[in-house]
């Protein structure tokens, strides 16, 4: 079956907000996906972050 060309679900890439603001060197992102129709707004999850080792904050990013 075929894919629709205005499909609702897109990717998006999340990234921690707490590593930004510390200024340690490198990045933690997640690859997810939305569904911009029902949350048109930016997403925020919880997420683990290997590089400080706790749950932090994942904010996505255009």
Known sequence: MAKKS????IQ?????????ASGL??????ITTKNKKNT???MEL???NPIM???TIHREIK
Do not use: N
């Open 53 to 55: 080792k706790k749950m």
């Open 25 to 30: 060197p490198g990045t933690s992102r997640y």
């Open 46 to 48: 919880k997420k683990y």
């Open 40 to 42: 048109p707004e930016r």
């Open 6 to 9: 205005k499909d609702a679900r």
């Open 12 to 20: 998006v890439i999340l990234e921690c907000t707490e590593h930004k």
